[in-house]
């Protein structure tokens, strides 16, 4: 491990390989013709995983050139390159418009190594919006165009592909199906083998198998670096760091995740850097230097806050892409059948004529040719129709995006950050020491209650941002109901503690339910914080489960706290208002939580039910399957 530590280290200062450097100087070199585009595409292509910067200029000086020669194949090579490139830089949006372009150039030219290169950059893109059933497909698809010509490269991507898009899916069977066939089809193709054992590791760690995960991300590290590939590095150092993390030997975890850390922040991969920042806060964490566990935390915080938003942002458009899209396919679409049925009208309009001329028994049959003409307009209007309906759908629909960009964006600005500034004003006084020993302990406790409900706030704000742009996948799993209770309870133990609440749970040990696990914790931990949050100091709360029906069970939190007015009520539940109260002793939030936890009910096949009295508490129930 030392030695692949020590490669990382000097690699990023070799630069180019000497194949590399060839050539670049046989690109610069070569005369302004459709030689030279082809060139600098394969060095394009050869930079995109190790420096997609420098990549992009490459293939930008390529598509000048071929745009000034008219060079059609050399533009939808090249329009391919760029949308993957944009891809890896996470510029979804320009990634689907130089792959559209693509698509079109190289399906009329018939290039289906190309085409099958354009699939996979959509089954990309599809993959980052969680969409993994309609990635699983367009990766299907390019690996069976990349067959017909035994493109044996993008036949392993496709294949791979596939296999990541399971792992997502928790399908670890599936996985190792498809990452044997990738490595049984490649062609001398390091990069995809090496992917291949990532992707290896990634089921043995999902399978708590992490000693033989180690085996197969250094397998994976050592091949990344023998190639020069940083962005298999960065995404494999990571994995090892959070690895470590689980095998509790904090002194390698950190040494892999702090050259992670000089690796991202050198070629600005920032996915891999929020990662590598929030498992360093762990690993600090797990020592017991808090101070440091503490720096790592605000670093990642504010990564992830920033990234967060360009996220959202690139959400809204990419579906504007979409959307745009769509409507230039609709317009191209109609414009062709109407451009057909003039001409078959004009052709049909001549031979009537001349029919007409020779013997009007023919008049029969122009009546006939006219009618259906007249039906075959009929239907062209009425697909027009259905097309402009689609359309204003997915106008409203970006419409709605655009409401929830703005919403999510004030959340931010006001909600999120009146909390983290609290947070920043109490450590500059721990800072500069102007607190005694005893105020420090008193600090400390209020620090860690904002911190919790600051890092609940940002759960439950990414959670409500992916429920409503739809990117949320259910998997229906069974569930011990009581075993998910206690563990929220323990992780709120100091909180329940620090207002002597007295918890009473009335629910069968041995009860299982159907649901997604994810999801249904984060129901519970809604609803167990907000009866924490509004009630009063020595209160009761209850959590219980029963038989709704036969094939139902009602679960249950209720407090004796504040209770709600019924105005207050349907505000709560109405997402066009912003609306939250603090609690019994004044905490905050954002008013997301119960917003969540509907949206969840609601994808879990359940509903939810509400019942409170000002001054006398109150009761939130929702059911869920029982088998």
């Known amino acids: 491990m030392l030695k692949l530590i020590l490669l990382i280290l000097c690699l990023p200062m070799i630069g180019f390989s000497q194949s590399h450097d060839s050539l670049v100087l046989l690109a610069q070199k070569a005369k302004p013709d459709t030689n030279k585009v082809r060139l600098l595409n394969r060095v394009a292509v050869a930079l995109r995983e190790t420096d997609s910067n420098l990549a992009l200029r490459y293939a930008e000086e390529a598509r000048v050139l071929a745009d000034s020669l008219s060079d059609q194949r050399g533009l939808g090579e090249l329009f391919t390159n760029i949308g993957w490139i944009y891809y890896r830089k996470g510029i979804y949006s320009k990634a689907l418009e130089y792959t559209t372009n693509g698509m079109v150039i190289n399906k009329s030219l018939n290039n289906r190594s190309e085409i099958a290169a354009c699939l996979i950059t959509v089954g990309a893109i599809q993959f980052e919006q969680d969409q993994f059933k309609e990635a699983i497909a367009s990766f299907k698809e390019a690996y069976s165009i990349a067959k017909t010509v035994n493109h044996r490269v993008n036949m392993s991507r496709s294949l791979n592909n596939i296999a990541f898009s399971f792992l997502r899916l928790k399908m670890f069977d599936s996985v190792r199906f498809y990452v044997n066939r990738s490595v049984s089809e490649h062609v001398n193709d390091d990069f995809r083998l090496a992917f291949s054992d990532r992707i290896l590791g990634d089921v043995f760690y999902g399978e708590g198998k992490y000693t033989d995960a180690l085996k197969s991300y250094n397998t994976a590290l050592e091949s990344a670096i023998h190639q020069n590939n940083n962005f298999l590095q960065a995404s494999t150092l990571f994995r090892i760091g959070r690895t470590y993390l689980r095998l509790r030997d904090t002194d390698k975890a950190l040494k892999v995740l702090n050259q992670n850390l000089f690796l991202s922040n050198r070629y600005g991969f920032k996915g891999e850097q929020e990662t590598t920042l929030q498992l360093m806060a762990e690993t600090f964490a797990m020592r017991n230097d808090f101070a440091n566990a503490y720096e790592f935390q605000n670093r990642y915080l504010a990564l992830h806050d920033s990234l967060l938003e360009q996220r959202s942002g690139e959400q809204i458009n990419l579906l504007e892409a979409q959307y745009k899209l769509g409507l230039k396919n609709a317009q191209i679409d109609f414009l062709t059948k109407d451009t057909i049925y003039k001409e078959q009208e004009i052709k049909m309009q001549r031979i009537g004529i001349y029919i007409a001329v020779a013997w009007l028994a023919c008049m029969l049959l122009l009546i006939i ?189 209720t407090d004796s706290g504040t209770g709600m007015e019924e105005n207050e009520l349907d505000k709560l539940m109405n997402s066009n208002f912003h609306f939250s109260k603090p609690g019994t002793q004044n905490e905050r939030g954002m008013g997301l939580g119960l917003l969540l936890v509907k949206d969840f009910v609601e994808l879990n096949n359940g509903k939810l039910i509400i019942q409170s009295k000002p001054g006398l508490g109150s009761t939130f129930s929702f059911t869920l399957r029982a088998n």
């Open 369 to 557: 040719i006219l009618f259906r003409t007249n039906r075959r307009a009929s239907a062209a209007n009425r697909l027009l129709k259905e097309k402009n309906y689609l359309i204003e759908q997915q106008a409203q629909q970006l419409r709605s995006l655009n409401t929830t960009k703005d919403k999510l964006f004030s959340i931010i600005g006001h909600d999120l950050r009146g909390p983290l500034n609290s947070l920043r004003g109490m450590m500059d006084l721990l800072s500069k020491s102007m607190i005694t020993q005893e105020e420090f302990i008193e600090f400390s406790k209020k620090i860690r209650t904002n911190i919790d409900f600051v890092y609940t706030d940002l759960e439950n704000l990414l959670s409500w941002a992916q429920a409503q742009q739809k990117g949320i996948q259910t998997v229906f799993t069974k569930v011990n109901l009581l075993k998910v209770v206690q563990e929220k309870i323990n992780l709120l133990q100091e909180t329940i503690e620090s207002k002597k609440l007295q918890i009473k749970i009335d629910i069968n040990p041995n009860l299982e339910v159907c649901a997604d696990k994810n999801q249904l914790i984060s129901i519970l931990r809604n609803l167990i914080t907000n009866a924490i949050k509004f009630s009063y100091s020595g209160g009761t709360i209850v959590i219980g489960a029963k038989p709704e029906s036969e094939n139902e069970i009602l679960v249950f939190v």
